[in-house]
Each structure stands twice: as structure tokens, then as C-alpha cells.
């Protein structure tokens, strides 16, 4: 047989997404497209106004039309299934899938109807009547902290979800707290910078709304429920357990899902009724979200205002920081609502060996749509608050904000670093990031750039910003759902190989990237591979996929079953070729004896004596199929810099985004063309918010910006060419060193751009704006008398 050339290894490899196709030429099968025989219709009738008492629901004109099966108020629903669960430990009102006496935000379902087709149901929807007496709406966030003007959930005085978790220097695991070292810090301050600032309000806006279709088949007891949901394993326990069947009696599949970003982890009212009403109807029911109810439906992400103390030397060294949290979370607990704001204090340290940390943290109800993950989830707005403070220090001190900067990081020979707040930091070398970032932004020119602009009359200034994440998530311990993640790894029966993974996929690419490991683990071409993901009929278990984790932990146990079936391979290979199995070399899609390749046998050849093993080696069981759990000791914590360069239009107040670095530290790269990828994802929703995406209110509760025509969401056009480069810090946390880069582009881009913006207002004395950089906002600071010590701009 004539040697061919060995296959190149893929890991490393810009490798094009093998998703993309199906994806581009629409091919691919999204729960609207499922279609099931005597399949009906669900829509809901929603609240229009944010609180309020429900006096009546008159049903009976929707129930009288043609093609109506059924309606239903809360109080029906109420007796199918018990009140939503959530995830976190912290105390929770009760929340109803259907509100049944009170409605606590514009949007909550107050009825379902079941029809012959969603146009028939949504008909129906607009016959049922709902008569309100309204409750006074609770929007400003501090102010119903007062508890006015309204309290929503009786049992929670003040409307404090969370009253006051305290976190850092000095705070003891019973929450016991020390001021004295912080104390300390800025009684020995020279300088000490104050701010009150706002992360606000975002809509994640997948592509793909919510949608479900849920089939309980009364003959065999059993549910299969589609859903647009990032973690098809957990929605499957939810189910099972609010519709009182095992685990074993659910199916759940997500298939094609467009996007996620953190509002597909949750399990959601329209899940559940659905499964419900399927299960009292004997019929399969389906749910498409549209986008109007996309708006207020799905979780809101974000909205956290930081008061921030920063304490520092002249010289630019830090001596402590304080933030003190309020985070605005809409009407209800959602599954993870209250741990989200737990990460901003959990990040406080960001990039900086800061001795004397002290973070407070409140939640609080408001008449909104409750918030939950959005992509960075609490990451970012930590970044946010910490790096503006730094911004705020080296412009105070007159100091590059590089050096600022460099001259607090916690130095490569600290890792593993544990935080004020806790975290184990794996590994980092921030200052290689900063230099990386400087040199490719060209950072002394590009200074000199944007002063040569100035000298013209132009606003433009320059924005920098390190960041810190904690993702791949994570032990056990530190995730209620179990911090692992499942593979099982098969050569079926003509030597192709599949594999499954509970990492359930929607959009990152991973049927490419971990395709590309067993390419090189197994020395076959990339086209023998088949990965399996997002059906729990297929997929034994799983954990699912948020917080950057599924390269870190999803990725590392597909490695280790991969492992195990290679080494039983290798057993039979052994027997034969009659050889030593540490002899044999894995390669082009054969087993071969070292340094002879004429006894090359092909992975068919090999599977099918392991499928019909006679005779069988001893020791061995037939078949080539192995599975594996496995779950890290840390999460793992990725890092990077960006810089930015914006211009402001003197006469309009109108932002451009002129130019955009981004270096980014994500260990070890499977993919660096499919990271640059997410990094583009991850930076066009960070400068989104920065720049134009806010969710608003009106005084009444109601939601501006319900729709795209007021809710602006980022377009290809609104960007400049990111200019991007990595470094590489392997953590030692994982045997691939991966870190997670699914959020990172969110985290340094927002304060990059804000401090971007002050920069080019500098002349104006103005020392922080909140986003997003309305022109109207920046605008009025141009037209304002010169500030000699304002803070500028408070939205
Ligand atoms: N990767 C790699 N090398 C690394 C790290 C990751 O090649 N060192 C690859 C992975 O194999 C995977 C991708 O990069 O293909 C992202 O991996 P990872 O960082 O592990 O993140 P997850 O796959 O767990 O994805 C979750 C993350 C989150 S939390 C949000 S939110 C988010 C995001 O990913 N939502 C997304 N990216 C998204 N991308 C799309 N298209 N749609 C979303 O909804």
C-alpha cells in the first residue's frame, strides 16, 4: 500500500464551521418548523398593564370561536401545575406560570387559549376580556427601595428581594463583617474617586425567538417537549418534576436553536403550560414566541447601578475599592435571577491585586420583566464599574490609563490568586495582554492621532479597558445543576465515529470544534466524524451550555471518552495484528504497527471484529462505545484588553466608533477563526449597549422599546473592522489548558468605548457618562456650560 501523507492536525486550525450551511442555505429544522399530526395552537393573553389586581377575565366569547379547544385563566392552570421553581437558594414569592390574582409586570400571561391554528388563538386571545383595578407601578429602582410607591410581593418589605449580602475583605462565610482593613485603605487614601453609575436594561434578542412543542402521548405516559433552550438536560428534570413524571418519561430536544445568549437557560412559563395542557389534552401543543412578546417575555439582562470608591495613591496604586450594588430585577425570581448580580461582586478584584475590597449587594422588585443571564452575566457589569473607576483615577491623576493599570495587576508569579472576594484566579498574564493590546492599536500613534484631531476641533478621545471572567463553570459546588459535563464517544460498526455531548450548542460551533479534537485524537479525517447534541434521548446526560463552558468542561470530557474507546480500540487492534497495543499508531484513518505501515488496518476493519468478535480477546468486552462524566476543580478565568477610538459629533453629539482593538486570552485555542468569531459576537453586543441598546420604561411601566423600531439593535454597519489578536495562557484547570471565550467580547468593550467618550469630552470637564451614549445626552454636555468638577451625564 503506497503511504499517504498523515493528516494535518486540526486543533489550532481556522477550520470553517461545519454547521454553517444548513444554516446559511436554510436547511436547518427550528422548533416552528416541527409539525406534529392533530398538532394545536397555543397563544397567550398577556397583561397590558405593569400591576394591578385581576377583578375578572370574561373567556367565554373566546372560548365560543370556531376552532377554539380551550381556555384557560391562572386559576385553571394553577391546579396543572405548582409555582415555578428556581435555582438559587435565595427565599422567592410565589410565581405562577399564569398570574391568577395580581399581574406584576406589563406581559405576565393572565390566560391561554388552545386553537385550530395560531391565527384562530390569537384571535382568540384579543375576545377574553380582563377587568384590573390597577396598583401604582413600581419602576425607578431606588425608589422602591423605599417601598413606594408600591409594595409587589407582600412578604418582601420594600420590595428587597435580597436585602444586603455583604462580600470581601473581612466578611466571614456567616456574613459577619470586618470594616476595619477597608476602612484602613481609604483613611490612608490620597485620592479617592467616587461614582454612581448604571449598567442598564438589554433585551438579549436572539434571532430565533422562544418557541416550544410539547407532546404527551397518553399511551405510553410519556412527554417529548421541543424547545428553543440552551440546555435541553435541565429542561427535561423541570418538566418531569412540574408535571409529576420521571425523568425517564421526558424527552427533551433542542433542536436547531438561533441563539441563546442567556435567556434560552431558563425554563419559562410557555414551557411548562405547554407540557401541561398536552398532557391534560392527550394532544401535542405548539408555541411560537413572536417578537413584540420576545420583548417582554423573555428575561431582560443587566440593569445594576454601582456606587463606586475607589482609593488610591498618587503614585496610581490602588488601596481599596467599595461598590455598593442595587440591581433592578424585574417582578420575580426566574431561575438564576438572584445569583446573576453575585458574580459582579464576585469579580470586584477584576485584573488588580487590591488588598481591601468591600462589596454590598441589594436586589430588588420592580414591575418589569424579570432579569436573568444575558451574555457576561454580571461579568461585565463588574468590568464596567471597576475600569471606569480606573479610567476615572488615571484621568484624576493625569496618568496613561495603560499605567495606571499595569501598575495594580496581580504579576504572572502570583497564579493561582485568590481574590478578596474569593475566586481562585487559575492562571493570567495581564501585562502581556496590555502590551499585546497597545502594540497592535499602535497606542503612542494612536494618541498622537487623536490629538492632531483635537488640534482640528474634533471630539475624539481613546478608551481602554482590561477585563477578567470567570466562565467554564464549574465544580459541583458552585452550580446547583452539577458543575460536570457528559460524553460518550462511539466507532460505530463501519470504523465512523460519533459522538455525543450534553454541551447543547446554539450558535458557538461546537460540532466543529470538538469534531476537530477527535480528528487529531483518532488520526481520522474531520468527515468521519458525526457530533450529537441536544436530545436527551440521544444524549444520555448533560449539563448544558451557559458561562463559557463548553469547551472548558464539555470539551475535556469529550477528550477523556474519546480516550477510553481509543485505548479498547488499541486492545483490539492488538489482538489483530497480534501486536503490542502500545506499539500501534493511530493514523489516516487506520491502526498500523509502528514503522510498518503495510499492516495498516482500516477503523472498519477494526470495528467490525469488535462488533463480531471471534474470537473474542480475553479481558475484553465486544463493542466500541465509552462515555464519561467529568467535572473541573476550578472555573477557569480568560482575560484580555481592548481599546477603542470614538468621535463625537460637536454639532449633533452623535457617536462613531472609529476604531476597535481587542486581544483576547482564552488558553489554549481549538478554533481561532470560530473564537473570533464569538469575540465579534461577544464586542458587537457590549459596544451595542455601550453605544445604542436600552431597554426603557415609561413612568407607567410601560415598555418603550417593544419592538426594533425602538429598540436599536447593532448592525454590521455600526462597526469598524475589529482588529483582534490573542495571547496564550493554558489554565492549568483542564488537560486541553482551554479557557471559555463565548462572553468575553462583552466584558472590556463597554467601559473601553464609555471612557472613549469622556475622553473626547474632556474639554468639557466632564469625568463619567452612563450609557448608552444617547447623541441627545452627549449633545446637551457639548451645549452645557463647562464643568470644573462635574460628574457628568447621569441617566
Ligand atoms: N473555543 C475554542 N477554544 C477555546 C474556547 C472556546 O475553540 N479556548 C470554541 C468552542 O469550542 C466553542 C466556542 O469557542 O465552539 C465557544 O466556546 P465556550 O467559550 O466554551 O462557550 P460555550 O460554548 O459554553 O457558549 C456559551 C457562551 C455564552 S455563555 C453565551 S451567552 C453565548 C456565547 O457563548 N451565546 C451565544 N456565544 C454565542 N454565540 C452564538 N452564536 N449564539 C449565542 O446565543
Given at each position: 500500500?503506497?503511504?499517504?501523507?498523515?493528516?494535518?492536525?486540526?486543533?489550532?486550525?481556522?477550520?470553517?464551521?461545519?454547521?454553517?450551511?444548513?444554516?446559511?442555505?436554510?436547511?436547518?429544522?427550528?422548533?416552528?418548523?416541527?409539525a406534529?399530526?392533530?398538532?394545536?395552537?397555543?397563544?397567550?393573553?398577556?397583561?397590558?398593564?405593569?400591576?394591578?389586581?385581576?377583578?375578572?377575565?370574561?373567556?367565554?366569547?373566546?372560548?365560543?370561536?370556531?376552532?377554539?379547544?380551550?381556555?384557560?385563566?391562572?386559576?385553571?392552570?394553577?391546579?396543572?401545575?405548582?409555582?415555578?421553581?428556581?435555582?438559587?437558594?435565595?427565599?422567592?414569592?410565589?410565581?405562577?406560570?399564569?398570574?391568577v390574582?395580581?399581574?406584576?409586570?406589563?406581559?405576565?400571561?393572565?390566560?391561554?387559549?388552545?386553537?385550530?391554528?395560531?391565527?384562530?388563538?390569537?384571535?382568540?386571545?384579543?375576545?377574553?376580556?380582563?377587568?384590573?383595578?390597577?396598583?401604582?407601578?413600581?419602576?425607578?429602582?431606588?425608589?422602591?427601595?423605599?417601598?413606594?410607591?408600591?409594595?409587589?410581593?407582600?412578604?418582601?418589605?420594600?420590595?428587597?428581594?435580597?436585602?444586603?449580602?455583604?462580600?470581601?475583605?473581612?466578611?466571614?462565610?456567616?456574613?459577619?463583617?470586618?470594616?476595619?482593613?477597608?476602612?484602613?485603605?481609604?483613611?490612608?487614601?490620597?485620592?479617592?474617586?467616587?461614582?454612581?453609575?448604571?449598567?442598564?436594561?438589554?433585551?438579549?434578542?436572539?434571532?430565533?425567538?422562544?418557541g416550544?412543542?410539547?407532546?404527551?402521548?397518553?399511551?405510553?405516559?410519556?412527554?417529548?417537549?421541543?424547545?428553543?433552550?440552551?440546555?435541553?438536560?435541565?429542561?427535561?428534570?423541570?418538566?418531569?418534576?412540574?408535571?409529576?413524571?420521571?425523568?425517564?418519561?421526558?424527552?427533551?430536544?433542542?433542536?436547531?436553536?438561533?441563539?441563546?445568549?442567556?435567556?434560552?437557560?431558563?425554563i419559562?412559563?410557555?414551557?411548562?403550560v405547554?407540557s401541561?395542557?398536552?398532557?391534560?389534552?392527550?394532544?401535542?401543543?405548539?408555541?411560537?414566541?413572536?417578537?413584540?412578546?420576545a420583548?417582554?417575555?423573555?428575561?431582560?439582562?443587566?440593569?445594576?447601578?454601582?456606587?463606586?470608591?475607589?482609593?488610591?495613591?498618587?503614585?496610581?496604586?490602588?488601596?481599596?475599592?467599595?461598590?455598593?450594588?442595587?440591581a433592578?430585577?424585574?417582578?420575580?425570581?426566574?431561575?438564576?435571577?438572584?445569583?446573576?448580580?453575585?458574580?459582579?461582586?464576585?469579580?470586584?478584584?477584576?485584573?488588580?491585586?487590591?488588598?481591601?475590597?468591600?462589596?454590598?449587594?441589594?436586589?430588588?422588585?420592580?414591575?418589569?420583566?424579570?432579569?436573568?443571564?444575558?451574555?457576561?452575566?454580571?461579568?461585565?457589569?463588574?468590568?464596567?464599574?471597576?475600569?471606569?473607576?480606573?479610567?476615572?483615577?488615571?484621568?484624576?491623576?493625569?496618568?496613561?490609563?495603560a499605567?495606571?493599570?499595569?501598575?495594580?495587576?496581580?504579576?504572572?508569579?502570583?497564579?493561582?490568586?485568590?481574590?478578596?472576594?474569593?475566586?481562585?484566579?487559575?492562571s493570567?498574564?495581564?501585562?502581556?495582554?496590555?502590551?499585546?493590546?497597545?502594540?497592535?492599536?499602535?497606542?503612542?500613534?494612536?494618541?498622537?492621532?487623536?490629538?492632531?484631531?483635537?488640534?482640528?476641533?474634533?471630539?475624539?478621545?481613546?478608551?481602554l479597558?482590561?477585563?477578567?471572567?470567570?466562565?467554564?463553570?464549574?465544580?459541583s459546588?458552585?452550580?446547583?445543576?452539577?458543575?460536570?459535563?457528559?460524553?460518550?464517544?462511539?466507532?460505530?460498526?463501519?470504523?465512523?465515529?460519533?459522538?455525543?455531548?450534553?454541551?447543547?450548542?446554539?450558535?458557538?460551533?461546537?460540532?466543529?470544534?470538538?469534531?476537530?479534537m477527535?480528528?487529531?485524537?483518532?488520526?481520522?479525517?474531520?468527515?468521519?466524524?458525526?457530533?450529537?447534541?441536544?436530545?436527551?434521548?440521544?444524549?444520555?446526560?448533560?449539563?448544558?451550555?451557559?458561562?463559557?463552558?463548553?469547551?472548558?468542561?464539555?470539551?475535556?470530557?469529550?477528550?477523556?471518552?474519546?480516550?477510553?474507546?481509543?485505548?479498547?480500540?488499541?486492545?483490539?487492534?492488538?489482538?489483530?495484528?497480534?501486536?503490542?497495543?502500545?506499539?500501534?499508531?493511530?493514523?489516516?484513518?487506520?491502526?498500523?504497527?509502528?514503522?510498518?505501515?503495510?499492516?495498516?488496518?482500516?477503523?472498519?476493519?477494526?470495528?467490525?471484529?469488535?462488533?463480531?468478535?471471534?474470537?473474542?480477546?480475553?479481558?475484553?468486552?465486544p463493542?466500541?462505545?465509552?462515555?464519561?462524566?467529568?467535572?473541573?476543580?476550578?472555573?477557569?478565568?480568560?482575560?484580555?484588553?481592548?481599546?477603542?477610538?470614538?468621535?463625537i459629533?460637536?454639532?449633533?453629539?452623535?457617536?462613531?466608533?472609529?476604531?476597535?482593538?481587542?486581544?483576547?486570552?482564552?488558553?489554549?485555542?481549538?478554533?481561532?477563526?470560530?473564537?473570533?468569531?464569538?469575540?465579534?459576537?461577544?464586542?458587537?453586543?457590549?459596544?451595542?449597549?455601550?453605544?445604542?441598546?436600552?431597554?426603557?420604561?415609561?413612568?407607567?411601566?410601560q415598555?418603550?422599546?417593544?419592538?426594533?423600531?425602538?429598540?436599536?439593535?447593532?448592525?454590521?454597519?455600526?462597526?469598524?473592522?475589529?482588529?483582534?489578536?490573542?495571547?496564550?495562557?493554558?489554565t492549568?484547570?483542564?488537560?486541553?489548558?482551554?479557557?471559555?471565550?463565548?462572553?468575553a467580547?462583552?466584558?472590556?468593550?463597554?467601559?473601553?468605548?464609555?471612557?472613549?467618550?469622556?475622553d473626547?469630552?474632556?474639554?468639557?470637564?466632564?469625568?463619567?457618562?452612563?450609557?448608552?451614549?444617547?447623541?441627545?445626552?452627549?449633545?446637551?454636555?457639548?451645549?452645557?456650560?463647562?464643568?470644573?468638577?462635574?460628574?457628568?451625564?447621569?441617566?
Open positions: 500500500m503506497p503511504a499517504s501523507p498523515v493528516l494535518p492536525k486540526l486543533v489550532g486550525q481556522r477550520v470553517k464551521r461545519r454547521e454553517d450551511p444548513r444554516l446559511i442555505q436554510g436547511r436547518a429544522t427550528y422548533v416552528d418548523d416541527i406534529l399530526v392533530g398538532m394545536q395552537h397555543v397563544a397567550f393573553k398577556r397583561s397590558d398593564i405593569a400591576h394591578g389586581k385581576i377583578r375578572k377575565i370574561d373567556t367565554s366569547a373566546a372560548a365560543a370561536m370556531d376552532g377554539v379547544e380551550a381556555v384557560y385563566t391562572g386559576a385553571d392552570i394553577a391546579k396543572m401545575l405548582p409555582p415555578m421553581p428556581i435555582g438559587t437558594p435565595f427565599p422567592s414569592p410565589e410565581h405562577r406560570a399564569v398570574a390574582d395580581v399581574v406584576r409586570f406589563g406581559g405576565e400571561p393572565v390566560a391561554v387559549v388552545v386553537a385550530r391554528d395560531r391565527y384562530v388563538a390569537r384571535d382568540a386571545v384579543d375576545a377574553i376580556v380582563v377587568d384590573y383595578d390597577p396598583l401604582p407601578a413600581v419602576v425607578d429602582v431606588e425608589q422602591a427601595m423605599t417601598g413606594k410607591p408600591a409594595v409587589i410581593h407582600p412578604d418582601f418589605a420594600n420590595n428587597l428581594a435580597v436585602p444586603l449580602v455583604p462580600s470581601g475583605t473581612g466578611v466571614t462565610l456567616d456574613g459577619k463583617v470586618d470594616d476595619s482593613a477597608v476602612d484602613a485603605a481609604f483613611a490612608a487614601a490620597e485620592v479617592v474617586i467616587s461614582q454612581r453609575m448604571v449598567n442598564h436594561r438589554l433585551a438579549p434578542s436572539a434571532i430565533e425567538p422562544r416550544v412543542v410539547a407532546h404527551y402521548e397518553p399511551g405510553k405516559g410519556t412527554m417529548t417537549i421541543w424547545s428553543s433552550t440552551q440546555n435541553p438536560h435541565i429542561l427535561r428534570t423541570f418538566i418531569a418534576a412540574l408535571n409529576g413524571l420521571g425523568q425517564d418519561q421526558v424527552r427533551a430536544i433542542a433542536p436547531e436553536v438561533g441563539g441563546g445568549f442567556g435567556a434560552k437557560i431558563n419559562y412559563a410557555e414551557e411548562y405547554c401541561a395542557i398536552s398532557k391534560a389534552l392527550g394532544i401535542p401543543v405548539k408555541w411560537n414566541e413572536d417578537r413584540s412578546e420583548f417582554v417575555a423573555t428575561t431582560h439582562g443587566r440593569d445594576i447601578i454601582g456606587y463606586v470608591d475607589l482609593a488610591a495613591k498618587r503614585d496610581g496604586t490602588v488601596l481599596g475599592l467599595k461598590i455598593r450594588l442595587i433592578d430585577i424585574g417582578a420575580y425570581n426566574m431561575l438564576l435571577t438572584a445569583a446573576i448580580p453575585t458574580l459582579t461582586m464576585m469579580m470586584a478584584n477584576a485584573t488588580y491585586n487590591v488588598q481591601a475590597i468591600r462589596t454590598t449587594l441589594t436586589e430588588v422588585f420592580t414591575n418589569k420583566t424579570p432579569t436573568d443571564a444575558y451574555r457576561g452575566a454580571g461579568r461585565p457589569e463588574a468590568t464596567y464599574f471597576v475600569e471606569r473607576a480606573m479610567d476615572m483615577l488615571a484621568r484624576e491623576l493625569k496618568m496613561d490609563p499605567e495606571v493599570r499595569r501598575k495594580n495587576f496581580i504579576q504572572p508569579n502570583q497564579f493561582p490568586y485568590t481574590t478578596q472576594m474569593g475566586a481562585v484566579y487559575d493570567g498574564d495581564y501585562g502581556k495582554a496590555l502590551d499585546r493590546a497597545l502594540q497592535i492599536a499602535n497606542w503612542e500613534q494612536l494618541k498622537k492621532e487623536r490629538d492632531a484631531a483635537r488640534a482640528q476641533g474634533r471630539l475624539v478621545g481613546l478608551g479597558s482590561m477585563y477578567v471572567e470567570v466562565c467554564g463553570l464549574g465544580p459546588a458552585a452550580l446547583p445543576t452539577g458543575g460536570w459535563e457528559h460524553a460518550q464517544v462511539t466507532i460505530e460498526r463501519d470504523g465512523r465515529i460519533s459522538a455525543t455531548t450534553g454541551a447543547s450548542p446554539h450558535g458557538q460551533g461546537n460540532e466543529t470544534t470538538f469534531a476537530q477527535l480528528a487529531d485524537q483518532f488520526g481520522v479525517p474531520i468527515e468521519h466524524i458525526t457530533i450529537l447534541h441536544g436530545d436527551t434521548g440521544v444524549v444520555k446526560q448533560g449539563i448544558g451550555t451557559f458561562g463559557s463552558r463548553s469547551q472548558a468542561v464539555g470539551g475535556t470530557v469529550m477528550h477523556l471518552a474519546g480516550a477510553k474507546v481509543k485505548a479498547k480500540m488499541a486492545k483490539f487492534a492488538a489482538a489483530m495484528m497480534e501486536a503490542n497495543e502500545d506499539d500501534l499508531v493511530f493514523e489516516n484513518g487506520t491502526i498500523a504497527v509502528k514503522g510498518a505501515p503495510a499492516s495498516a488496518k482500516p477503523f472498519a476493519a477494526i470495528a467490525a471484529y469488535a462488533y463480531v468478535p471471534v474470537p473474542l480477546p480475553p479481558g475484553l468486552d463493542g466500541l462505545s465509552e462515555e464519561a462524566f467529568w467535572e473541573p476543580a476550578n472555573n477557569t478565568y480568560p482575560f484580555g484588553c481592548h481599546i477603542s477610538m470614538l468621535e459629533d460637536r454639532e449633533t453629539g452623535e457617536p462613531t466608533l472609529l476604531k476597535m482593538f481587542a486581544v483576547d486570552d482564552a488558553g489554549t485555542l481549538i478554533n481561532p477563526l470560530i473564537v473570533e468569531g464569538q469575540i465579534h459576537g461577544g464586542l458587537a453586543q457590549g459596544i451595542g449597549q455601550a453605544m445604542i441598546e436600552e431597554v426603557s420604561y415609561s413612568e407607567e411601566g415598555l418603550l422599546t417593544g419592538s426594533f423600531m425602538d429598540y436599536a439593535m447593532p448592525r454590521a454597519i455600526d462597526f469598524p473592522r475589529f482588529e483582534m489578536a490573542s495571547t496564550v495562557t493554558p492549568p484547570v483542564n488537560p486541553l489548558g482551554a479557557k471559555g471565550v463565548g462572553e467580547g462583552t466584558l472590556g468593550s463597554t467601559p473601553c468605548i464609555v471612557s472613549a467618550a469622556v473626547a469630552l474632556s474639554e468639557f470637564g466632564v469625568k463619567h457618562v452612563d450609557m448608552m451614549l444617547r447623541p441627545e445626552k452627549l449633545w446637551r454636555i457639548i451645549q452645557s456650560p463647562r464643568q470644573s468638577s462635574g460628574q457628568g451625564g447621569r441617566s
